[in-house]
């Protein structure tokens, strides 16, 4: 099996498909906007994220990464390429991580903040303890967004609320997204993100920030 293949097998979170509906959006706009609902209420679910986010279900820290549709905005390091920890060491460590904390107030959940976090932190003085935290918040949201979604069924790909996202993820899974040819098909609500090498593809499914408009 090549490479290509081996990483959507990988992003199952179960050896057989189940079926499952697409992120609705709206109804995760209303649950987290609902301060009577303590259970799925957006600030609740940040604060618990910070202290105990092992704590949270699988469908809470689908909220708390759905909610906030965003593309990093003005975070503007650019890790959109390949070969991202090479040039990620070169950063000052300290004032990358002050910014991207800050984001994480908009963001909690954001897979490409607290993935870099992890990686910062692990490059600072006594940051062995942050970095893990992060690392392990990373996981938890990972896990929790590709739950019995794939990379190859186009009826059941993995969702993300920022484009930046996936290129963590093929980062991740080894993949280098320079050799991949990479094409886009945008519907209102979404775009899929296709990418292909040797006439094997692989694809994400990005939510679209004018659902809300």
Known sequence: ??????????????????????VDLARIETLAKDSTNT?????NLKEKFEKNPQDLSKHQLQVLYYQPINTLGSFKYDISTTGI?????????????????????????????LFLLSLAYGETKDGTNQANNYSKKF???????????????????????CVVDEYIILQILGLDSNSLNRTSKMSKDYTIDTFEKNGEKI???????????
């Open 1 to 22: 099996m090549n490479k290509l293949l081996l990483t959507a097998f990988l992003l199952l979170f179960t050896n057989e498909m189940k079926a499952q509906m697409p």
């Open 39 to 43: 259970e799925f209420y957006f600030e």
């Open 85 to 113: 920890y090479a040039k990620f060491k070169e950063l000052k460590f300290k004032k990358f991580i002050q910014e991207a904390e800050a984001k994480l107030e908009e963001m909690p959940a954001n897979l490409t903040i």
């Open 139 to 161: 996981k938890l949201v990972f896990e929790a967004i590709k739950e019995n979604k794939s990379l190859t069924d186009l009826d059941h790909l993995i969702e993300l609320n």
């Open 203 to 213: 694809h994400f499914k990005i939510l679209r920030n004018n659902i809300f408009k």
